[in-house]
């Protein structure tokens, strides 16, 4: 990188082009800027010997040489400031021609605005984005004005000379001779990015996807830019809008290497190098339309591998795109089959699904999937002859929970709240459709309900027994708990006792609301039985797919146990009482992520917080805090799991070990 301070007619001045990149926003500078430039010009021009007057910064970079052309520079940043004193000049020059100096503006225009000797779109000194040249050119031909911002500056600046009576002479040596920028012209090894957020911070965010643009048209020939523009980037660009730079991230890790979104713009680089810049920007077009099918499934004809995108997506994972780019491109070269492609999306989703049932973080998952793809289309360690086969094999060793794991952990997760009742939603909806109805459930037209409202009241608390508080803290937001009702009527029976609430599932075609029609309570008992029920359907819906080697598992039933060694994220302790695993888990939690504890406080006031005064038997923890420790074996290990999956910590790093009481 070049920098220098330097007179604005070493810039303006020579045979060039600068060429506005296609990423640049439309010319937006108006009146307030406009005005500022004359007053600068009516300032320096008072004066008897003015002095350099700075106005900003021009960052160039040169494009890819054509032999028979002019050089061309990219204009990376100050194309407003370039494009006004061009259209500035252009009114100079106008001027010059109606008060009979005919030698001044053949001079602006030889020397300046254009290159005379040149023919076609190497005629332009400067070359704005493809909105703003038919107004530009006709201001530069002196032609009739073209309805835009960039006319609207012309006028701007012909008022201004017209009645300002100042010598047009002395106006072009100002502008030429006085006016200084910083000009910093990049090298091949310069990252254009970083340049321009340092130098326009306050202005447009410059994305990867914009320099990337950039790039390619850098090594394309002038001839066929506009051609390869239209046909390949505008479409993409349009498709895809925002998301482009993020697509690009994902097609490039689709090879099996991790790309991080401050690495795009280099690796794209090292890769056009090796290719024809052309033919990679067909491709990446070619796998734009499948992205666009992955972040918008209504797109895809296919009905089934539409439904499954669309599930896929409700779980927001989107680190598998970079094998689902891969697997998509398969299947419409017929290298898979339809039933192969969406039994992979089923498959993702089984996984994905469990390992969010379970509280695995999804850390590692960028680099499992950037590597999934290349490890199973090569990997001869993986027996299974078709490719679904060796992507079960694969996964299953990706932390991929066993049954007994998921069966535990789905009757009690929390499933409502912030991006998990999307997830709830799916699991219900799945769950009515195993029952395999002859019609379509309209589904977005149901909502979640809690059968145990979220608000108690008095009916509630009686019917719940003693330990309402504590039952409803812990179970309120668990699958047995929540079921799929019309929105209408969520409202109108959110908070109603049980016998009116199974009054209205009675009027539900829902196979889940057939559940309470005999139900005479909703206590403790019943949530817990029918989480059973639901489980065991969704242990057909998201069945394993893995082998069955024996694999060390967390108890499933502790009632009855006693704990013996508690792992706690990294560390070890003998333990004795289930109230010791509880005071230890709090106090790590707390130590680890005291903001996170207090949201733990907020949800489960009745387990755990400041004032001692609020429980009935307690410990105190570490930081303070106060945890009640009147409660059962079962409760106690429900709480540590909910505790920790409310700090968004991973119960993988939590491990007990029990013995027979």
């Known amino acids: 990188m070049q920098a220098s301070e330097t007179k604005l007619e070493q810039i303006i001045e020579g045979t060039k082009q600068y060429l506005v990149p296609l990423f640049q926003r439309v010319y937006s500078w108006k009146k307030t800027e406009w005005g500022m430039l004359w007053n600068d010009i009516e300032e320096l021009y008072s004066r008897d010997n003015p002095r350099p007057h700075f106005m900003g910064s021009i960052v160039t970079m040169p494009t890819m040489a054509v032999p028979e052309g002019v050089s061309k520079y990219l204009l990376i940043d100050g194309q407003q400031r370039l494009t006004t004193i061009f259209i500035l000049l252009s009114a100079v020059r106008d001027k010059a021609k109606l008060s009979e100096e005919p030698e001044l503006a053949a001079e602006i225009d030889n020397t300046i605005l254009v290159n005379p000797y040149k023919k076609g779109s190497d005629y332009y000194k400067l070359q704005p984005t493809q909105s703003d040249r038919a107004p530009f050119h006709n201001i530069i031909h002196n032609q009739s004005l073209i309805d835009s911002n960039i006319s609207d500056c012309y006028l701007f600046f012909e008022k201004k000379i017209s009645r300002s009576k100042l010598d047009l002479h002395k106006i072009k040596k100002l502008i030429c001779s006085n006016l200084s920028v910083v000009s910093v012209v990049l090298g091949n090894d310069d990252d254009p990015y970083v340049v321009f957020e340092g130098l326009n911070a306050k202005g447009r965010p410059l994305t990867q996807a914009d320099l990337i643009r950039n790039y390619f048209f850098m090594r394309i020939h002038a001839d066929e830019q506009e051609y390869v523009y239209s046909q390949y980037w505008q479409p993409m660009q349009n498709l895809l809008g925002e998301s482009l730079t993020e697509f690009i991230r994902h097609y490039l890790t689709k090879s099996g290497v991790e790309i991080k979104q401050n690495e795009i713009y280099f690796e794209i680089k090292e890769r056009i190098k090796k290719h024809d810049a052309i033919f990679y920007l067909k491709d990446l077009s070619v796998f734009a339309e499948y992205y666009a099918k992955l972040l918008n499934p209504d797109r895809e004809v296919n009905e089934q591998v539409s439904k499954y995108l669309e599930r896929l997506n409700r779980l927001e994972v989107a680190t598998v795109y970079p094998f689902l780019l891969n697997c998509y491109h398969d299947w419409m070269q017929s290298l898979i089959t339809e039933q192969e492609f969406i039994s992979v999306l089923q498959i993702l989703e089984n996984f994905i699904l469990r390992r969010f049932i379970c509280n695995i973080q999804t850390r590692g998952l960028n680099r499992i999937f950037a590597l999934l793809y290349s490890q199973i289309s090569k990997d001869t360690n993986l027996t299974s002859d078709t490719f679904v ?273």
């Open 389 to 661: 086969g060796r992507l079960k094999l694969a996964l299953q060793n990706r932390d991929y929970p066993k049954d007994t794991v998921f069966r535990d952990r789905l009757k009690d997760v929390q499933l409502y709240g912030g991006n998990r009742s999307e997830k709830a939603k799916l699991i219900l909806e799945s769950i009515e459709e195993y029952f395999n109805h002859k019609e379509q459930v309209p589904f977005k037209k149901l909502s979640i309900e809690h059968i145990m409202p979220q608000t108690l009241n008095d009916w509630w608390k009686e019917h719940l027994g003693e330990e309402w508080a504590i039952i409803h803290e812990l179970l309120i937001h668990s699958l047995g708990n929540l079921t799929l009702t019309a929105t209408e009527y969520n409202a109108a029976i959110s908070n109603a006792d049980f016998i009116t609430k199974r009054t209205q599932f009675q009027k539900s075609h829902l196979e889940l609301n057939k559940y309470f029609l005999n139900l005479e309570s909703w206590r403790r008992e019943d949530i817990e039985a029918r989480a059973e029920n639901l489980v065991d359907i969704a242990l057909q819906i998201w069945s394993y797919f893995g082998d069955d080697l024996t694999q060390f598992h967390q108890p499933s039933d502790i009632t009855g146990s006693r704990p013996k060694l508690l792992r706690v994220f990294g560390e070890e302790y003998s333990v004795k009482t289930w109230r010791d695993v509880l005071e230890i888990t709090l106090s790590k939690i707390a130590d680890l992520e005291p903001e996170k504890f207090e949201d733990i406080i907020q949800k489960y006031p009745h387990l755990v917080g400041w004032d001692e005064k609020n429980f009935r038997d307690t410990r105190k923890l570490k930081n303070g805090a106060f945890v009640e420790v009147n409660l059962s074996a079962k409760n106690i290990h429900a709480f540590c799991l909910k505790a920790i999956e409310t700090a968004e910590l991973s119960t993988e790093e939590w491990y007990l070990e029990t013995v027979t009481s």
